[in-house]
């Protein structure tokens, strides 16, 4: 979606790119607070201290290459913009992308490096507040945290809409890129994970299938550009209603059997998810040299550079990502999976 949607293909008025980091953010959140629980049910404790070193070996080795590649590309040809490129090598080695993008940096090709701040600073606060939360022993208020924050996002988004100052261009740049605005969508998928782990899942094997199938169609439409998605409708109705989307679709596939989940569980679709945390980093830097900058790209430019940035994010994870990797143990399938899911 987000490759699609950047390339402005194959519709030029898609919002794609959009619905799609939304969706990674319900799906980070819910996968992260998922494996937290099971891991405090299983040992009576989380360990921090390996969920961040796991989080490190999992995202900086291929953050770090693509930042120097794109440094290496900018100093010794015309491809890449120097200044550009290293305004956003820094924002993006200090997860401050968000920042300087309200702030008016020009970060070139390495833009799109916002979302990884977003899920960052997610990664810093949400597993300390869970553990507190976890302190308390109480499920009410560990689902009512994630709720009532991702509540409390939305509230602020309208009332910076209510009470902006400056235009429009400069009101729609500070929704979208900060943190405080965007860190909604993950605390929807973390109440989720919650409701799912703690509270149990009974429902959700009656509900999976018309929830998946929902999902789809919405973010379908969703994707076509509608005016809701038009900014700055876009983050009072456009992006709660793909994080619904999301939410709905995590459910479907967390729930067995049904044809939404074994849809999503087809390999090509699996491969690229394996792939698409380096295919997410490369795509942009790779637009940028061919002269793509987000734009309505016909057929003959769309196809060739999404299949360059799919090969190229393919060569990251394979090359760069699967030796950090190495020597790991497996991520253990939360519990909540076998016993609540409706498998």
Same mark, same amino acid.
């Given at each position: ?5 950047h390339?402005?293909?194959?519709v030029a008025?898609?919002?794609?790119h959009?619905l799609?980091?939304?969706?990674f953010?319900?799906l980070s959140?819910f ?8 891991? =405090?049910?299983r ?9 961040y070193?796991?989080?490190a070996?999992?995202l ?14 900018a100093?010794?040809t015309?491809l ?6 290293r305004r ?6 200090t997860?401050?992308?968000g920042?300087?993008?309200v =702030? ?8 799109h490096?916002w979302s990884?701040?977003?899920?960052e =600073?997610?990664y810093?606060f949400?597993?300390?507040?869970l ?12 689902l009512?945290?994630p709720?009532g924050?991702a509540?409390a996002v ?11 100052r400056?235009?429009?261009?400069t009101?729609n ?13 993950p ?16 429902w959700?094997?009656?509900?999976a299938l ?14 076509s ?5 038009d900014?700055?409708?876009?983050f009072?109705?456009g ?11 995590c459910?479907?596939?967390a729930t067995?059997?049904?044809i ?6 087809w ?5 690229l998810g394996?792939?698409?945390y380096?295919?997410?980093l ?7 040299a061919f002269?793509y900058?987000?734009?309505g790209?016909?057929?003959a430019q ?13 060569a ?12 790991r143990?497996?991520t253990?399938v ?10």
């Open positions: 979606m987000v490759l699609a949607g390339a402005g293909w194959p008025r898609t919002r794609a959009e799609g980091v939304e969706l953010f319900v959140g996968l992260i607070t998922a494996l937290l629980l099971e891991e =405090h049910e040992d009576g404790e989380v360990a921090l201290g390996r969920f070193r796991r989080r070996q999992r900086l080795p291929a953050l770090v290459f693509v930042c120097v590649a794109c440094l290496a590309v100093s010794w015309n890449l913009d120097w200044g550009g490129t956003g090598v820094i924002g993006g080695l997860y401050s992308s920042v300087e993008r =702030h008016g940096w020009d970060l070139g090709p390495l833009g490096l990884l701040a977003v899920e =600073h997610f810093l949400w597993p300390l507040l553990l507190g939360l976890l302190a308390l022993r109480r499920r009410t208020w560990l009512a945290a709720a924050l509540a939305l509230i602020w988004r309208v009332w910076l809409l209510v009470g902006g400056g235009d429009l261009d009101l740049t500070r929704l979208y890129y900060p943190t405080d605005t965007r860190v909604m969508a605390l929807a998928g973390c109440a989720l994970a919650v409701v799912m782990v703690r509270f149990g899942a009974s959700a094997a009656r509900w018309p929830l998946g199938v929902a999902a789809l169609v919405l973010l379908t439409w969703l994707s550009g509608p005016v809701i998605t900014r700055p409708w876009l009072i109705a992006l709660p209603l793909a994080a619904l989307s999301g939410i709905a679709l459910v479907a596939a067995t059997p049904n939404v989940a074994s849809a999503l569980s390999r090509p679709l699996t491969w394996g792939i698409s380096g295919g997410y490369v795509h942009y830097p790779i637009y940028f002269g900058e987000l734009t790209m016909s057929t769309a196809v060739p550079v999404i299949a360059l940035s799919v090969l190229a994010g393919a990251v994870e394979r090359f760069v990502e699967r030796p950090f990797r190495r020597g143990r497996p253990p939360p519990a909540a999976d076998q016993r609540t899911f409706g498998r």
